[in-house]
């Protein structure tokens, strides 16, 4: 088993849609929990980042951590054409100051 | 967050050869790493690269292949040693500018033919 499993999809969504994205993991020592959007022949953008469990909202993205079903994940609210990306969900034990753990990332297009 | 930049953004490199890779971060930081982006794959840690120390390499890289240099706390160099095209990939570096998280640089698309 994968430490971090994540839907590599593609999604395709009409634009104004809400969006889910989930990642597992199987480490039950992770306590970091990051988002990030790359856009084609870019590099990974950090999204949003939690500590541990519970919600954190910024904007139209809402990040979620489950601790006990080891499960994240991130909402898109009014998707917009430019949302369209590759997230990646990736975690640690102990922040940024370690190797971090990434899914295998979520190809999404919104469609105008 | 910080500004990281990388050089050069793309390579296309013969077998048998060697390239360097750069990456300057805008601020001094404690941790910057290298990671590669296979097609298909998660993004794998290589190194962590320790400033005025040797990196350390995850299971699966050496430091023959992957040299890696840190002469400071904002400049490092990732060398692809005797590239086959297996080695074909994005190369990306990160820093540790907080101690939440890792901010990526744009990255270097290698070919090796």
């Known amino acids: 088993q994968k430490e971090v499993e994540q839907d590599p999809g593609p999604l395709s969504v009409p634009e104004g849609a809400i969006v889910s994205l989930n990642c597992t993991y199987s480490n039950s020592a992770f306590q970091y929990f990051m988002w990030y959007r790359q856009y084609s022949r870019k590099g990974p953008e950090l999204l949003m980042y939690t500590y541990s469990s519970g919600n954190k909202e910024d904007g139209r993205f809402t990040a979620q951590v489950d601790k006990s079903s080891k499960y994240i994940s991130l909402f898109i609210r009014d998707s917009q054409p430019s949302d369209s990306a590759t997230y990646l969900c990736?975690?640690?034990?102990?922040?940024?100051?370690?190797?971090?753990?990434f899914g295998k990332g979520m190809k999404l297009t919104v469609n105008p | 967050s910080a500004v990281i930049s990388q050089k050069p953004s793309r390579d296309i490199c013969q077998r048998g050869t060697s390239l360097t890779i750069q990456c300057q971060v805008d601020s001094q930081v404690t941790m910057m790493f290298w990671y590669r982006q296979q097609p298909g794959q998660s993004l794998t840690l290589i190194a962590t690269?320790?400033?005025?120390?040797?990196?350390?390499?995850e299971s699966g890289f050496v430091i023959d292949k992957f040299p890696i240099s840190r002469p400071n706390l904002t400049f490092s160099t990732l060398t692809v040693s005797n590239m086959s095209p297996e080695d074909s990939s994005i190369y990306l570096c990160?820093?540790?500018?907080?101690?939440?998280?890792?901010?990526f640089g744009p990255g270097t698309r290698l070919t090796v033919l």
């Open positions: 990160s820093a540790a500018v907080s101690t939440d998280t890792q901010y």
């Open positions: 690269a320790n400033q005025g120390s040797e990196a350390t390499y």
């Open positions: 990736a975690m640690s034990a102990e922040g940024g100051s370690e190797k971090l753990v």
